[in-house]
């Protein structure tokens, strides 16, 4: 669903108004979460004591990964709540050390070269006044989302299951601003580059590219709203690329130079950094080698439990709701289907609203547990596409695109 927006004048006024309001903002995180609130969490796999901060900038708690650069995970209870995962908990990565902490929305300029007929430099006003707006509901997870579960273990942020979140991004849509530019015949891809860099002029700088086609398929948007809102300077003031159905690595933040290319992109991050084996899922059986790598893409389908959790307790013969989120990857959900006694039988769970195909779609059932002792629930996905979660989990030694049917086990009392 690209619904279109209507006029937007005092939200964007609004934008324009607080868009430079922003002081210096600290964005080294100390891990220390406020007094009286939980200090540390536990993710459910070896190595996974945690602390929780409340100290970065425009940020609730999240589980602190790394300060600087800062990666900040959502609580998993969070995504409980609704289809939106608010910009306050969103989940934050980044791979440079070299983050700008305040950004003058009034003198960014979006810069569009290379293989074009004129070059563009647009400032945010023209951006939000000059291209038609449009808002789409995308979920944007992380390549690693969920690598602390891979066995073994792969190096790499250890996140548990919230590197990820779902928003209405509002923006405008990338083919348009290159139809402006002009596209030269001969294109091949666009490379797309942020405000962020590495402390040394040797650490390669953060790029991600798309084919030609894609960039201009429509879909693609700089977006400069988050669920209404301006984006969190964490999440890419003032403006970032949204790749709807795409791993998160290609939504380049802060993005303020597009540049349209004659070959294929050789920079360090599409071709070497981000690599999966081109097999299905990603699979490989660990050791493996002699296959192709080519650069990470489409998302594939998955689905969770968001009101219960492994050791839950419930009592027999009760009903229980339950209640999760899943999302079709690169299309939209089909169908959840879920299991009360470890994957032996399977109904199917009522999808509750659709925000459109790139959304978190909650779900939700009615499950009376018979017996006391311990019951396995399951939970999986299966899009549009029919293609459905598997039984077991995929690995690959990048720790991308953890896929695996998810189960907890509650004990029945
Ligand atoms: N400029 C810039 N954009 C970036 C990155 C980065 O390091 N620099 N990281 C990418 C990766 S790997 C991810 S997972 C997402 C994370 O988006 P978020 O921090 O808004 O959740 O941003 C992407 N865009
Ligand atoms: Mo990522």
């Not at 939980?38 to 602390?51: E, Q, Y």
């Not at 070269?113 to 070059?119: D, E, L, S, T, W």
């Not at 430099?121 to 789409?136: D, G, N, R």
């Not at 169908?335 to 779900?363: I, N, T």
Request: aromatic residues 10%; neutral net charge; charged residues 20%.
């Amino acid at each position: 669903m690209s619904n279109e927006l209507g006029p937007m004048s005092s939200s964007r006024r609004r934008f324009l108004q607080t868009a430079g309001l922003f002081g210096s903002v600290g964005l080294l995180g100390t891990g220390t979460a406020l007094a009286g609130s939980a200090t540390s969490i536990r993710l459910p796999f070896a190595n996974g004591d945690r602390d929780l901060t409340n100290e970065f900038p425009q940020k609730g708690q999240m589980i602190l990964l790394r300060g600087r650069p800062p990666l900040l995970e959502t609580p998993f209870d969070v995504f409980d709540h609704g289809v939106f995962t608010p910009n306050n908990r969103f989940y934050v990565r980044w791979h440079l050390a070299s983050i700008p902490t305040d950004v003058d929305a009034a003198a960014f300029r979006l810069n569009v070269h290379g293989q074009v007929g004129k070059n563009l430099s647009l400032s945010l006003h023209q951006l939000m006044t000059e291209f038609e707006p449009v808002e789409l509901a995308a979920v944007n997870q992380c390549s690693g989302n969920s690598r602390g579960h891979f066995n073994p273990r792969v190096p790499g942020g250890q996140w548990d299951n919230g590197a990820m979140g779902c928003a209405r991004w509002t923006g405008v849509r990338l083919k348009d601003v290159l139809d402006r530019a002009g596209v030269n015949a001969g294109a091949v891809q666009v490379r797309f580059n942020g405000l962020d860099s590495g402390l040394i002029p040797a650490t390669p700088d953060f790029m991600k590219s798309l084919d030609i086609e894609h960039a201009r398929d429509g879909e693609v948007l700089i977006a400069y709203g988050m669920d209404g809102e301006q984006l969190p300077l964490l999440n890419g003031f003032p403006t970032r690329l949204v790749v709807p159905g795409w791993y998160a690595t290609y939504w380049v933040k802060m993005l303020n130079d597009i540049e349209v290319l004659d070959k294929t992109d050789d920079n360090y991050w599409m071709a070497k950094a981000y690599l999966i084996p081109d097999t299905p899922h990603a699979d490989v059986a660990p050791g493996q080698s002699g296959f192709k790598s080519v650069p990470i893409n489409r998302m594939l389908p998955r689905s969770f439990f968001t009101n219960l959790r492994d050791g839950s307790r419930v009592l027999a013969g009760h009903a229980v709701s339950l209640r999760g989120i899943a999302f079709g990857g690169d299309t939209g959900v089909a169908k959840v289907l879920w299991s009360g006694d470890g994957g032996a039988h399977w109904q199917e769970a009522k999808l509750e609203q659709d925000f459109g195909k790139y959304s978190f779609r909650r779900w939700n059932a009615q499950y009376t547990p018979r017996t006391k002792g311990e019951d396995v629930l399951m939970v999986k996905a299966i899009n549009s596409n029919g293609v459905e979660q598997p039984m077991t989990p995929n690995w690959n030694a990048g720790g991308f695109m953890r896929n695996v049917v998810e189960s907890i086990k509650l004990t029945v009392g």
